[in-house]
């Protein structure tokens, strides 16, 4: 089992920033890859960006240049920096840990941003 708790959502202006963070606990061991999803208003969950744990990234088109997804392995706390923020940036943000699909999700944390 591991469990995952998110912090650093708030609402802020657009063109703006805020950072993420996602602290994960129990059975991290082995090769895995953290991300970051999020679930705007009355839309589907949508992939942000992944890492893995040899650092490998991806990201969504839409947030590229923008978003940085990174990984502190030895705290198994993954960030998102979000700069450039935008009101279609505005969801609910869920961190997920896995090793093999699903994985396991965070609580989810607010990001608005206004115009």
């Known amino acids: 089992q591991v469990q995952l708790v998110e912090s650093g959502g708030g609402l802020v202006q657009a063109g703006g920033s805020l950072r993420l963070s996602c602290a994960a606990s129990?059975?991290?061991?082995?090769?895995?890859?953290f991300g970051w999803y999020r679930q705007p208003p009355g839309m589907a969950r949508e992939l942000v960006a992944t890492?893995?744990?040899?650092?490998?990234?991806v990201y969504a088109d839409s947030v590229k240049g923008r978003f940085t997804i990174s990984r502190d392995n030895t705290k198994n706390t993954v960030y998102l920096q979000m700069n450039s923020l935008k009101p279609e940036d505005t969801a609910v943000y869920y961190c997920?840990?896995?090793?093999?699909?699903?994985?396991?999700w965070g609580q989810g944390t607010q990001v608005t941003v206004s115009s």
């Open positions: 997920n840990f896995r090793r093999a699909p699903p994985g396991y």
């Open positions: 129990g059975s991290t061991y082995g090769s895995n890859v």
């Open positions: 890492i893995s744990s040899g650092g490998r990234t």
